[in-house]
């Protein structure tokens, strides 16, 4: 639990205090492949704009499997209407778990001020095909 609490303590840190909003119970933006979501869930999702207007997100996962794995995310960041907007933060990344309670921190930064909006995708392997609402 002291682990849970300090790297969620890290991340509003590193995230900054400009507008920030964190989201309890809404949690429609990230989407996990069906096998990850078997032992994945999202804990809390902190997010807000940079000095430069860009949207800023910081993501906290809790991993209950018992085993060292990797995982696989990718952020597609949208525009007022809905649009992806292309960025380098837009490809699929690694993200290494340790195992059990495992509290893992996924955060990005648009790389464009026209960026209002996510979809963090999750998944065991790189490519999960999920495309936005």
């Known amino acids: 639990m002291n ?3 300090l790297t969620f303590l890290a991340v509003l840190l590193l995230t900054g205090c400009q507008a920030l909003q964190t989201q309890s119970s809404d949690y429609s933006q990230v989407e996990f492949s069906p096998e990850t979501a078997v032992h994945m869930k999202v804990r809390n999702i902190t997010q807000g704009r940079t000095e430069g207007d860009l949207l800023r997100v910081a993501v906290l ?3 209950s499997r018992t085993m ?3 995982y696989f995310f990718r952020f597609i960041w949208l525009d007022k ?3 992806e907007v292309q960025g380098l933060s837009s490809r699929w990344e690694a ?3 340790t195992g059990l309670d495992d509290a ?3 955060s990005r ?3 464009n001020p026209d960026v209002v909006d996510y979809r ?3 998944s065991d392997k790189p490519g999960m095909n999920t495309a936005p609402e």
Do not use: M, Q, Y
Request: charged share 10%; no cysteine.
């Open 120 to 122: 963090l995708l999750i």
């Open 61 to 63: 996962v809790h991993n």
């Open 81 to 83: 209407d809905g649009l």
């Open 104 to 106: 893992l921190v996924i």
């Open 95 to 97: 993200i290494v778990s």
């Open 109 to 111: 930064i648009a790389s």
């Open 68 to 70: 060292a794995d990797n």
């Open 3 to 5: 682990k849970l609490f």
